[in-house]
């Protein structure tokens, strides 16, 4: 390595371990001040853990706290906190001696007016928690600031603040972690290279580094590999739906009001069918985790406009912060939590969304709409106990109050829904949906195979809690869950954020092949376009779609053919074959006796369908 002026920060030999793997050997690690390093490497070398170890003083050789201060650049602030005004949250740091006024000021070059500094930052977007944590490390005086993915959570107009922000620091070193090629690129000034257990520096941007070592290209390019593959399982049939255009779910002319303070959506107006793949675009604060979550029922509309969804509609939902699927769960083994989250034949994650929780005003709409008369007796609905399909709509059994079974009787949909009884209606639209999708038995056997498809090997879904799998393999499992009920519809919120290229890549050319429909809410431009043919552009509430193919109907799209496999055995929860009974063709005069009972009952003044 050439010999280069300025202030030498680090120029250490070391070897660095991760448990039993040897992670580097004998490396050496030089920075200069001012200079800004990329960190790059294979996936699978670790590159968080050698930022870890320098934060953490576990590099043989670096620099004390008292000759060179590090700053390791987190996303996530301790939830302990949240409630914490962003200005007190610094003042508090008892590291950085500065006093209110510096730290007022410092905040307010970053955009932080009087009333943001006020708060709370656990109320703040991923931009603005990024201009939170790097004026707080100059607060710091820091001399080597540590960014593991940076660009995650924030928009485009953030990741150009972020640029500028460090290629500005001429006094501050930065090394830095990122799978956005685009913002590495345009920031670094060296390359540190980690590969064969050593670190090598290149001089220069990504694209000199790549010009140098051409294999490091595949680092930034979304290509799966041949032994890399992702498999989602395909949706059943919908009963109506006969073409891949067919919307299975339409909102239309809806405004939204989350805090009932500041409208958030305005006249929002679209259809999601099997054949879409959409990418949510928009900068933080445009109102895109409101819209999804009315998507997925996380929150109900409050305002103007009308949300409709077939009734055996599934959606799959992977958050933006994937692992809080998994979260209280991380002492159970992946088979263990697949066995917990779909024991009574639906999917528990389901029954928290906000569309089941009934209110104590719905509840009193209920205990109103409860009373119906029938054969002249009164008599108060207890619950929705079945569903069946008529040609243009749906008929649901209900129980009463007091009586048995044999005293139950059928009622329209509409008419339940006009009672109050909306939510139970959804309760079982839910549960029909996902005892369509729920096919397999949920037995060792079938987990393990399903988890394969994701490139989880068995002794990970059988024997190891979650606590101990890396996050790549956690991924895998909040995805595989996610699927197991075949979902029509896909939403992935951010998946950027949580998977590597390698997994973005698999994950990419398994939604190219999936059957049901796509909706990907993310500020990764490589990974909406090489994915998604339809934009939905958010922007300030407002919503302006392009590329869609949007229809009445059935379209003109060619017809679904009923796939094989569509008739196989079903299963319950515990793996046990539900028997399915063929109708029996019933003869001339037992159709005679039928018309005839129709008929008494008919004059009897019953209900008759």
């Known amino acids: 390595e050439d010999e280069e002026e300025g202030e030498d920060l680090c120029n250490c030999q070391f070897s660095l371990a991760y448990g039993a793997k040897i992670l580097l050997n004998t490396a050496t690690l030089r920075l200069k001040r001012g200079h800004h390093y990329g960190l790059c490497g294979k ?7 050698l930022m870890r170890a320098i934060t953490n003083g576990q590099v043989e050789g670096f620099p004390s706290p008292d000759e060179v201060r590090t700053f390791y650049i987190e996303h996530d602030i301790d939830g302990s906190e949240e409630d914490t005004s962003v200005l007190q949250f610094i003042l508090s740091d008892k590291r950085i001696l500065a006093t209110e006024a510096d730290v007022i000021e410092t905040l307010a070059s970053v955009s932080f007016s009087d009333e943001r500094q006020a708060q709370a930052i656990g109320s703040l977007s991923g931009g603005w928690k990024m201009k939170l944590a790097l004026p707080r490390a100059m607060l710091f005086r820091v001399d080597i600031l540590l960014l593991d993915e940076p660009t995650d959570h924030l928009d485009v107009v953030n990741v150009a603040w972020l640029e500028s922000y460090l290629t500005n620091l001429k006094t501050c070193t930065s090394i830095i972690v990122s799978h956005d ?7 670094i000034t060296d390359v540190l290279h980690l590969n064969r257990f050593k670190l090598r520096r290149y001089r220069g941007n990504l694209e000199k580094f790549v010009a140098q070592v051409p294999e490091a290209k595949s680092y930034y390019t979304l290509e799966a590999a041949e ?23 339409k909102i239309a002319r809806l405004a939204q009001y989350p805090t009932q303070v500041t409208q958030q959506l305005y006249d929002i107006t679209l259809q999601v069918s099997l054949s879409s793949r959409v990418a949510v675009l928009g900068p933080n604060g445009s109102g895109k985790p409101t819209l999804v979550k009315l998507l997925i029922g996380d929150m109900e509309p409050n305002k103007d406009g009308e949300i ?15 692992f809080h699927h998994i979260d209280n769960h991380l002492d159970k083994t992946p088979l263990e939590y697949m066995l917990w989250r779909y024991q009574t034949g639906e999917d528990l994650e389901e029954m928290t969304k906000a569309n089941r929780q009934i209110s104590e005003e719905e509840a009193q709409k209920m205990k109103d709409g409860a009373a119906i008369v029938v ?51 959804i309760e079982v639209d839910t549960r029909e949906a996902q005892r369509l999708g729920l096919l397999r038995p949920l037995v060792h ?17 059988l024997h190891n809690t979650m606590r101990g799998l890396s996050g790549k393999q956690k991924v895998k499992i909040v995805l595989g869950a996610a699927t197991w009920c075949r979902p029509h519809v896909m939403c992935l919120d951010e998946p950027t954020n949580y998977l590597d290229r390698e997994s973005l890549a698999a994950l990419i050319e398994a939604l190219k092949v999936f059957e049901g429909g796509v909706l990907v809410i993310t500020h990764n431009r490589d990974f909406s376009e090489s994915l998604c043919k339809e934009v939905w552009a958010m922007r300030d509430g407002r919503l302006e779609a ?35 009974k063929k109708a029996k063709k019933i003869t001339s005069s037992e159709a005679r006796k039928l018309k005839k009972e129709r008929m008494a009952r008919k004059k009897r003044g019953e209900d008759v369908t």
């Open 43 to 49: 996936n699978g070398t670790r590159k968080s853990i």
């Open 181 to 187: 090629s685009s913002f590495l690129n345009n920031t």
């Open 227 to 249: 032994d890399y593959k992702f498999k989602l399982p395909d949706p059943p049939l919908l009963e109506g739906v006969k073409t891949k255009e067919k919307s299975l779910l």
């Open 308 to 322: 409709w969804k077939h009734p055996n509609l599934v959606i799959g939902y992977v958050a933006q912060h994937a």
């Open 375 to 425: 054969e002249g007796q009164k008599r108060l609905i207890d619950e929705i106990v079945g569903r069946k399909k008529l040609k243009q709509s749906y008929e649901h059994e209900v129980s009463f109050k007091g009586l048995s079974s044999s005293e139950n009787i059928w009622l329209p949909r509409d008419d339940l829904v006009k009672r109050g009884f909306e939510k139970k209606v």
């Open 445 to 461: 056997r079938e987990i393990e195979k399903h988890f394969a498809d994701f490139g989880l090997e068995p002794e990970f879904v």
């Open 546 to 580: 392009s590329g869609h193919n949007w229809v009445e109907g059935q379209g003109s799209g060619p017809r679904i053919d009923k796939k094989d496999g569509e008739d196989d055995d079903q299963y319950d929860a515990m793996g046990n074959k539900i028997e399915s």
